[in-house]
């Protein structure tokens, strides 16, 4: 007998067993389970992979039933490998049986979820991928001390974690020895709002700084040393580094705005992040937005001010939702045109700006701080995929009557070409 009369043959029985099984029991629905035969006899013989003779295989792939009349195809699946007899399949739906219609979860026999009668199993699904993506994450040491081997090999520190103690920042100094010059020794910092991740890499967006300014190398040294545990209470020059000065410089800066309104002068705050739940920060936002600062927040996740109300008046909440993860965190305040500009890892969230090490670093190029504050602008203005966060926390999208549509991620390409030629 070739494969696919093979194949053909399997699936027959599945959709036999599945019918016999509901007309036994009078109970159940047929029609999906018998539907669905090819679909999981192809699943299970040619794409999920698991291992027979250790069902609780950490590596295996799990298949998660969703609405629970189909457990008649999985029980027949599970029978022509040998979990199931055909005893305990004419069983179906009685008081006790193995094969209750609504599956128990009973790993050893290769259910990987209890299902019911409204369909949650792919709700299942979805827990039970972020947990094994968060252990993947957490507990895949083998892989990330073979990696940490070979970057030591090549002359690269290692800084293993510091227990109790998240680093989110991301930085990084290249130490660099110029042979045309003697050996003399040229660094070189890279800062960024996200990381190398070659999964993400085609789809978040993310900005980032390659520099060679001492004083900013200087400062990110300071955090290494920190790390390292041989400094305890730095001072930081440029950088705004969460534990340490971030919380307090932010609140001094968006006080500094409410200072200029009150003399007369233009506040303007402009902060670009993923998440805003800080509640202490959230109030001064709140006070600034009173005194006459116009901010304008651009939030991708879950936002907890509360906009268009007597207190935020002067604050609009945008969202962006397009062909690119809206990833990069960009804080700006106007300071009576001085333009203060930083690029940052963190968000406005109490874990973020309390309980890690996040670093926010400024811009001091005036051709980058121009090109990052037209971005921000452009983002402002996009009228095709950008929604406003309303009284009730709603989003909405802009209706505006302006005839030129702007959608910012393909404006942002068009700008950054445009400048590339030129």
């Known amino acids: 007998m070739n494969d696919n009369k093979l194949m053909n043959r399997a699936a ?20 999906g389970a018998m539907g669905g035969a090819d679909f ?36 027949s699946t599970l029978a022509l490998t040998g979990k199931f007899t055909l005893d305990e399949l004419k069983e179906f739906r009685q008081w006790g049986s193995p094969t209750p219609g609504h599956p128990e979860v009973d790993i050893m026999r290769g259910i990987e979820n209890t299902s019911g009668p409204l369909g949650q199993g792919h709700t299942f699904a979805v827990g039970a991928a972020i947990a094994a993506k968060f252990l993947k994450a957490r507990f895949d040491e083998e892989n990330n001390m073979s990696t940490a081997e070979r970057m030591e090999q090549a002359g690269i520190r290692i800084i293993y974690s510091i227990p109790g103690l998240k680093v ?47 004083e900013i190398i200087t400062d990110i040294n300071k955090v290494f040393a920190v790390l390292e545990g041989r400094m305890k209470e730095p001072t930081f020059r440029h950088l705004l580094v969460a534990r340490f000065n ?33 509640q202490h920060m959230i109030e001064e936002l709140y006070h600034a937005s009173e005194a ?62 309390n309980r890690r090490i996040e670093t926010a670093f400024p811009i001091l190029d005036p051709d980058l701080k121009r090109e990052i504050i037209d971005i921000l602008n452009i983002q402002l203005s996009d009228n095709v995929k950008a929604c406003y966060l309303d009284g009730e926390l709603r989003n909405n999208f802009k209706c505006d009557d302006n005839p030129v549509k702007v959608r910012s991620q393909l404006a942002i390409y068009d700008y950054l070409r445009n400048k590339s030629i030129r």
């Open 246 to 278: 971030m919380v307090s410089e932010l609140t001094g800066r968006i006080r500094r705005e409410i200072e200029h309104v009150r003399e007369g002068r233009k506040g303007r705050i402009i902060l670009k992040m993923n998440g805003l739940h800080d």
């Open 12 to 31: 027959d029985n599945i959709r036999i067993l599945a019918a016999s099984m509901v007309e036994k029991a009078n109970s159940g629905h047929p029609g």
């Open 168 to 214: 989110h920042a991301k930085v990084a100094v290249i130490l660099r020895k110029d042979t045309s010059e003697g050996l003399k020794r040229r660094d070189f910092a890279y800062l960024s709002t996200g990381n190398f991740n070659e999964k993400t890499a085609k789809i978040y967006s993310d900005m980032a700084l390659l520099t060679s300014n001492t």
């Open 40 to 75: 999981v006899n192809v699943l299970f013989s040619e794409f999920l992979v698991y291992d027979p003779e250790n069902p609780r295989w950490e590596g295996r792939d799990r298949f998660f039933l969703d609405p629970g009349h189909m457990s008649p195809m999985l029980y």
């Open 292 to 353: 006459g600062v116009e901010i304008d927040l651009i939030v991708r996740g879950i936002c907890c001010l509360v906009p268009n109300q007597p207190y935020s008046a002067n604050i609009r909440v945008t969202r962006i939702v397009d062909m690119f993860l809206e990833h990069s965190r960009v804080w700006y305040f106007l300071n009576d045109g001085q333009e203060d500009l930083f690029l940052t890892s963190a968000d406005w969230m109490r874990r973020n700006l």
